[in-house]
T-cell receptor
Framework: SQKIEQNSEALNIQEGKTATLTCNYT??????LQWYRQDPGRGPVFLLL?????KEKRKERLKVTFDTTLKQSLFHITASQPADSATYLC????????????FGAGTRLAVHP | DAGVTQSPTHLIKTRGQQVTLRCSPK?????VSWYQQALGQGPQFIFQ???????QRGNFPDRFSGHQFPNYSSELNVNALLLGDSALYLC????????????FGSGTQLSVL
């Protein structure tokens, strides 16, 4: 069956460092992959989408890579700030007639001053 | 420009009762997807509505049903509530049945006692 795996343990880093989060998937060849940010008690907020023919995508302090051979995406936040503390979710489209988006369990990031 | 709005924000029900949750999509969007998110988990896909039809369904029992109205707003109904139905219910909107870049509401927190 198709699976999306993210680090279940929280990631604790010091302010100013680079945070790297991992998303792995199996039994699947998605056309693109998305990353969302979720704060407690709120809905996810879209951050970035990267397509299968793109190796890397950047948006301000965010960088996403997509390795379709390894079936893995890495999500980087450079110069991290306490305000970056949140849960980060990766999501993939699953087609079955019509697309639906499925999510990983998310990785909680805590940036300490 | 109004984003996705959900009501109510919180709800407490007892086992066996029925509940209706409501969602208004972002202005200009015509597709609504519903997700269930248990504490510490990623959002789980329930179903998607487009053109007033259920187009995709996740692994949820028939107790979960929905509807989309001509103005694109949507309802999620859950019958015969179980304790395990306690979760954050999220509505997400998008365009033309696509799932690239979903816009989420803040959710309805349902507690079943």
């Amino acid at each position: 069956s198709q699976k999306i795996e993210q680090n279940s343990e929280a990631l604790n880093i010091q302010e100013g460092k680079t945070a790297t989060l991992t998303c792995n998937y199996t039994n699947y060849s998605p056309a693109y992959l998305q990353w969302y940010r979720q704060d407690p008690g709120r809905g996810p907020v879209f951050l970035l989408l990267i397509r299968e023919n793109e190796k890397e995508k950047r948006k301000e302090r965010l960088k996403v890579t997509f390795d379709t051979t390894l079936k893995q995406s890495l999500f980087h936040i450079t110069a991290s700030q306490p305000a970056d503390s949140a849960t980060y979710l990766c999501a993939l489209p699953v087609s079955g007639g019509y697309n639906k988006l499925i999510f990983g369990a998310g990785t909680r990031l805590a940036v300490h001053p | 420009d109004a984003g996705v709005t959900q009501s109510p924000t919180h709800l407490i029900k007892t086992r066996g009762q029925q509940v209706t949750l409501r969602c208004s999509p972002k202005s200009g969007h015509d597709t609504v997807s519903w997700y269930q998110q248990a504490l510490g988990q990623g959002p789980q896909f329930i179903f998607q509505y487009y053109e007033e039809e259920e187009r995709q369904r996740g692994n949820f029992p028939d107790r979960f049903s929905g509807h989309q109205f001509p103005n694109y707003s949507s309802e999620l109904n859950v019958n015969a509530l179980l304790l395990g139905d306690s979760a954050l219910y999220l509505c997400a909107s998008s365009l033309e049945g696509r799932v690239e870049k979903l816009f989420f509401g803040s959710g309805t927190q349902l507690s079943v006692l």
